[in-house]
């Protein structure tokens, strides 16, 4: 069982930063990012391609957030940029093994407990 752990959420004004970091007893091959607000499904932000080094981001964000891992302290990286009142979400790391990279939810095995980023206008 691969273990996720999340941290980095929190408060912050529109136009704000935050990092949220995704600390994994290893960098597995694909490692993305999810977000679900209250009342919404859960949607992807951004997932990357450990192996490839390919990134794939959710229109909504492009431009606004990276995604980047440190392999040295095996931890996934989320920076968010000009950040918006619609990002507010819970955030979730998750990670799969398979060489198919791509933002689907149901392709991810492994899940943080996730943490929580609100934007205020």
Known sequence: QVQ??????????????LRLSC?????????GWFRQAPGKQR?????????QFTTDYADSVKGRFTIFQDKG????YLQM???????T?????????????????????????GTQVIVSS
């Open 81 to 87: 940029n000009y950040l918006k009142p619609e990002d």
């Open 23 to 31: 600390l994994a007893p290893d960098i597995l091959y694909c490692m």
């Open 43 to 51: 949607e992807a932000v951004a997932v990357i391609n450990a192996k």
């Open 89 to 113: 979400a819970m955030y979730y790391c998750a990670a799969h093994h398979s060489l198919l990279c791509r933002p689907s939810e149901a392709d991810f095995r492994y899940w943080g407990q």
């Open 4 to 17: 996720l752990v999340e941290s980095g959420g929190g408060s912050v004004q529109a136009g704000g930063s």
């Open 73 to 76: 302290v095996k931890t996934l």
